[in-house]
């Protein structure tokens, strides 16, 4: 791998970090929520999607590499779920549970920050925000539905000015948008 992780291994790198994490995330749930099935279940209505936007407007916000933003960050993140436009739709996704997921998280991607090989601190903010945001839209179950992947991830990918996605990302933006239009009117 060179000194300067390409777009592919950046996007590798932060989803590697993610390995482990739900077990340890449920895990933690049990004894603390009475179903944690359905936990998941409605984690899978937008959960992740929504935890990796809540990490790209942290990123944009301290315009850092993620493991240089502060602690205070994570609130931030904790935030962003909380107030998604899918959370109305996840009645056992609590404070408890987000907290959890978040806290979680945070530590993988601190962890895989300080490994033997720090790859994460080579990214610089906008590799880091470029890398979650692909994880956004890749974790989505549905983008057209889902404001804050559209907003927060599809538009910024498809205006990449590195070009880095662009073209499948306006094809899928294309796609998505025709498919909502369709949509709006049948």
């Not at 904790?78 to 109305?88: F, H, N, P, T």
């Not at 057209?144 to 907003?151: I, Y």
């Not at 927060?152 to 073209?167: M, N, S, T």
């Amino acid at each position: 791998m060179s000194a300067q992780p390409s777009s592919i291994e950046q996007v590798e790198i932060f989803a590697e970090a993610m390995t482990g994490v739900w077990e340890a995330i449920v895990a933690e749930l049990r004894g603390t929520v009475p179903d944690v099935r359905e936990v998941a279940r409605q984690l899978a209505h937008h959960g992740w999607c929504d935890l990796f936007i809540g990490l790209v407007q942290v990123t944009v916000k301290f315009n850092t590499a993620l493991d240089k933003i502060p602690e205070r960050g994570k609130q931030l993140v904790k935030d962003a779920i909380r107030k998604s436009s899918m959370q109305k739709y996840r009645s056992v996704v609590t404070d408890v549970v987000i907290d959890i997921m978040v806290d979680k998280v945070w530590a993988a991607f601190k962890g895989a920050a300080v490994a033997q090989v720090p790859l994460l601190s080579l990214l610089t903010g906008d590799d880091a925000i470029r890398s979650l945001r692909i994880l956004a839209v890749f974790s989505c179950p549905a983008p057209e539905g889902h404001d804050e992947v559209r907003e927060h991830a599809l538009k910024p990918l498809a205006d990449d000015p590195r070009g880095i996605l662009a073209a499948q990302t306006r094809e899928l933006l294309a796609k998505l948008f025709k498919e909502w239009t369709v949509e709006a009117v049948t």
